[in-house]
Structures are given as structure tokens and as C-alpha cells.
């Protein structure tokens, strides 16, 4: 008995290993599949308490108008503290979050710990928050906004909304009625990632987005001139459609004068600054001339 439960597991973690990598594939069982699962199956029940645990936090990093060396706002990074792991990466715990479900919650603390902090911050500096696909799914979602803005008393204009271009796949109808919805309380939409997708250029049609951000895949080949030349047409593309237009992932001072040249002075990455918690943001902002509005 004790060996077919053995055989039935082993079937089972290949079984999963194969459908995590796509259609018409199979793959054989290996012991580094248990201890992968395993890992897994601890992050998983680490995670369902690290909200009630206050394990987690956010993390900031600015975003620079270079033309004016300000600081228009930051964007929220969510980082997880794991009280053995140290620091684990949004990369390997959102999905996670995701598949079980605690994103909803997750999401919701963001929205109100990120418009919360920002209210201490210069009138002229905005807070940017991602949005998960899966919160779309939630009905709650323009409550939860409405919410965070109305307990910290930040105002609206002052929250931006990220969303990638991967969420307009899924269901357009419904996500174009809740991106409308979030607009109407006043706040700022944004397309992160730009240019990843399939069908960039149909989504702008469809919903009259803030700003849009290069992403920084595009950034990082600035040397070769087939990047220039998508970057120039998508910096030319926001500001016929009255967009602004920001480049994410922006590491050195050649890229920076790469996109000067081309008309783009938004930046964000680590040439300016990386994601630093919350006490470090006034340090960035008193080293930037913000300007407040009266």
C-alpha cells in the first residue's frame, strides 16, 4: 500500500511538472521533483500567515522627471520578509499567491499601506500600485480602491493604477468595464510592460490609458538600433495619443541620454535609485527638487 501511494505521488509530481510547461509534453519522475514540491508546499503555508504576521512590506522605488530632476512619484513593490528565507523574490511568491486565492487580501493591504505612506509624502508626488489580473476578477476591487483612498485621504489623482497588457487578454469586455469604473474615482491608469504583448496598439484604441511604460527589456538593447527604433516609435505613439510615456528598468547614463534624445525624460530604475522601504523616501525626495501644488 505504502508503495503504491509512493508511485501515485511520484505520477502525480510529474504529472504537474509536465502541465507547468505547456501542452503535448510529458516528463519522467525525478527526485528533485519531491523536494521541489516540497519546498513549494512550505512557502504555500508560510505565505497563508505572512499577511497576519506582518511579515510583509513595501518597497519603494522613484519615479524621476529628468527634464525637471524631480521626483513625480514612487511605484510600491511588495517584498516578503520569511522568517527563515530572509527576503523572498515577488517573482516566486505572487504567483503563489495568486493559485491559492491570497491575492485578493494581499492586493487589498497593498492598495491601503501604499495610499497610506504616500499621504505623508509632497502634494506633486504620486504613488503607483500593481494591480494583479486576478484582482480583476474580484468585484470588490473598485471598493477596495475607493476605500484605500478614502481611509488614508490621499487623493485620487494622486494614485496610479498599473496593469500589464497580459490582463486585456483575458476578458475584455469586463476589465475594460472595471478599468472605466477606477477611472471615474479620479485615479490614473497605466499599461506596464509596454510592448511585451500581442496586440499593444489595439488595447490603446480601447481604453484611453495615463501613461504607458517601456519595458525594460527594450531599455536594456538601447545599443542596438532595432531597440532604438521601437522605443522612438512607442515615445512618438504616447504623445500623439496624449500619454505620457515612462522608461522602466533604466541602469546607465547612456541609456538615459539614448532616451533624452529621443523625447522621453520619465525614468525609473537604478541608475536613479532601487526599491528602498518606506523611511527612505522623504531621503530620496529632499534630494530632488519637487515642487508642490499650492
Not at 116 to 126: F, Q
Not at 150 to 178: F, M, Y
Not at 249 to 272: F, M, N, P, R, S
Request: aromatic fraction near 8%; glycine fraction near 6%.
Amino acid at each position: 500500500a505504502v508503495a503504491g501511494e509512493l508511485f501515485l505521488k511520484s505520477a502525480d509530481l510529474a504529472l504537474y511538472r509536465a502541465k507547468s510547461e505547456g501542452r503535448g509534453t510529458y516528463r519522467f519522475f525525478e527526485a528533485e521533483m519531491d523536494a521541489l514540491h516540497q519546498a513549494r508546499r512550505n512557502l504555500e503555508v508560510a505565505l497563508r500567515v505572512a499577511l497576519d504576521r506582518g511579515e510583509l512590506e513595501l518597497f519603494y522605488q522613484p519615479l524621476v522627471n529628468t527634464a525637471h530632476h524631480e521626483i513625480s512619484g514612487f511605484e510600491a513593490l511588495l517584498r516578503w520578509n520569511h522568517p527563515q528565507r530572509g527576503i523572498v523574490s515577488p517573482l516566486e511568491f505572487i504567483p503563489v499567491a495568486e493559485e491559492l486565492g491570497l491575492i485578493k487580501n494581499i492586493g487589498r493591504w497593498v492598495l491601503h499601506q501604499a495610499c497610506a505612506e504616500a499621504a505623508g509624502w509632497p502634494e506633486a508626488v504620486k504613488i503607483a500600485v500593481n494591480l494583479s489580473s486576478i484582482q480583476f476578477r474580484n468585484h470588490d476591487l473598485v471598493a477596495d480602491v475607493a476605500s484605500a483612498l478614502k481611509t488614508s485621504g490621499l487623493a485620487p489623482d494622486r494614485l496610479e493604477l498599473e496593469i500589464t497588457e497580459s490582463l486585456l487578454l483575458q476578458d475584455n469586455a469586463s476589465v475594460l468595464a472595471t478599468l472605466h469604473q477606477l477611472r471615474k474615482l479620479g485615479v490614473s491608469i497605466s499599461m506596464d510592460d509596454f510592448g511585451t504583448g500581442y496586440s499593444s496598439l489595439s488595447y490603446l484604441q480601447k481604453f484611453p490609458f495615463d501613461k504607458i511604460k517601456i519595458d525594460q527589456s527594450f531599455i536594456q538593447r538601447l545599443a542596438e538600433q532595432d531597440s532604438v527604433s521601437i522605443v522612438r516609435a512607442v515615445i512618438s505613439l504616447g504623445k500623439s495619443l496624449g500619454m505620457s510615456v515612462l522608461a522602466e528598468g533604466v541602469e546607465t547614463a547612456e541609456q538615459l541620454k539614448v532616451l533624452q534624445a529621443e523625447g522621453c525624460w520619465d525614468i525609473q530604475g537604478y541608475l536613479v535609485s532601487p526599491p528602498k522601504p518606506a523611511l527612505d523616501t522623504m531621503g530620496l525626495i529632499d534630494r530632488y527638487c519637487v515642487t508642490t501644488t499650492a
